[in-house]
């Protein structure tokens, strides 16, 4: 085993386990990494929560494409093919891997991935009010924890290298093409179908990522493309939020806020997202910038503020019927 790396990245530390063979490949956006994991606890025990080798199949990720958690790119990033690593994850990474989880573990059985359950009973779930359907993973959500990855790199494709049919396009067709994906978006969320809206969404953030690559950080036609990706991915959390997928929500909305703090729409989304899962304190914060960067929202921010109002009172209502009731 080889000495723990560090990967120049808060909270995270590797250890390579088998050697991989070649150069480290070609990482670009939109290319297809194949791969399997093993997650486990940080426990005695190392308590294995998923295993993509018990299942029977290996899991890819397309670079680039929103994927629920973003650090695993981080670490495929860094590895050979045929690698195999571990990786030690903070909690500061990991908050979303239930969500993920449940995804991946509804479709190994069969179910419909997007089937979400939401629960609320009092003070035995004060931190977590949606229940995942399993456990294990419930207590992670309620409490976030450091996890270990074993990857293993088995492939990685270059955009043209797998069926994808935006890749076929050259730099000018896919710049038209991204308001087409984007009305298509419109029109699917608007009839409410979610999934698919998401989908045309997503497509369309990879084309512009991809035209990023070619353009320098932070110049004029990198801004210009970057503007319109945080379009999108606002509209990708919308559809996130109508299937209450809240924690995906905060760290896409937060992620934009970092880089471009200014965004109203990002503040307005966000502070929805924290008010689904009681975060009173945090909803308030974000509306009130809301107010402070576009007082012309006044009456979409007290609509909110009511709802949240409303939201809290019925917790507190149920909170002292449950108490009422365990005293009894």
Not at 37 to 65: A, W, Y
Not at 205 to 231: F, G, S
Request: glycine share 4%; aromatic share 8%.
């Amino acid at each position: 085993m080889d000495a723990t790396l560090l990967l120049n990245v808060e909270g995270v530390k590797k250890t390579i386990l088998h050697g991989g063979t070649g150069d480290l490949p070609n990482f670009i956006t939109g290319s297809r990494v194949t791969f399997h994991f093993r997650t486990t606890k940080c426990d005695e025990e190392r308590t294995v929560i998923d295993d993509s080798k018990q299942v029977g199949h290996p899991m890819h990720i397309i670079l680039g494409n929103m994927f629920k958690l973003e650090v695993w790119e981080t670490l495929l990033t860094s590895m050979r093919i045929n690698e195999v690593a571990e990786f030690w994850c903070d909690s500061i990474h990991t908050g979303v891997y239930p969500i993920l989880s449940r995804s991946l573990r509804q479709v190994v059985e069969g179910k419909d991935p997007t089937d979400w359950h939401v629960h609320t009973c009092g003070l035995a779930n004060m931190f977590a009010y949606h229940t995942l359907g399993y456990e294990d993973l419930d207590e992670l959500q309620k409490e976030p924890q450091p996890l270990f990855f074993v990857i293993e790199l088995l492939k990685v494709e270059a955009p043209s290298e797998y069926q994808r049919e935006t890749w076929n396009l050259n730099n000018e067709e896919k710049m038209q093409a991204v308001p087409i994906l984007h009305g298509e978006g419109n029109r699917l969320f608007k009839l409410g179908r979610y999934d698919e809206a998401a989908s045309k969404y997503q497509e369309a953030i990879v084309c512009l990522r991809n035209l990023q690559t070619k353009e320098k950080p932070w110049e004029v036609q990198w801004l210009k493309l970057e503007k319109m990706v945080n379009a999108l991915v606002l509209n990708y959390c919308q559809c996130l939020l109508k299937k209450e997928e809240y924690y995906e929500v905060l760290e896409h909305t937060s992620d934009i806020l970092r880089h471009h703090p200014g965004i109203v729409k990002a503040y307005y989304v966000r502070a929805r997202a924290h008010a689904e899962v009681w975060n009173e304190a945090e909803a308030r914060a974000d509306l009130e910038k809301v107010l402070e960067l576009e007082p012309s929202m006044r009456k979409a921010v007290q609509r909110e503020l009511r709802l949240l109002e409303s939201r809290m009172a019925d917790r507190q209502e149920e909170e002292r019927l449950r108490c009422r009731n365990m005293l009894r």
